[in-house]
């Protein structure tokens, strides 16, 4: 545990806020035309792929792994995987991007 301890905390609160109830938030506020969320589509699509992100990277048992290439969790993995290859993203700097690139494409 050591260096990490209390780490823990701040993945629960990151899994919070990317999370499948604030992209619905956003989108019911938006097509409710509250002020200030016109252009939050992106903001919702991006919450929604980071929640199917954690979803598919969260287990600790076995049975919940990463075993079969063809699962719905490694359909997600490719799915982000391609999303950080769009040049035409800009939610992280172009060193972050080829990070999570990198992480994610050693599972193929």
Known sequence: MGQFAGNQMVVYYATQLFSRTVADAILICRTQGILGFEDSYSTEKFTREINDLFDALNTNRSS????????????????????????????????TLESMRDCLEKFF
């Open 64 to 95: 919940t792994a990463i075993y079969n290439m063809e699962s719905e969790k490694v359909d997600t993995l490719r799915r982000f995987s391609a999303i950080l290859r769009d040049p035409s993203n800009t939610f992280a700097s172009a060193v």
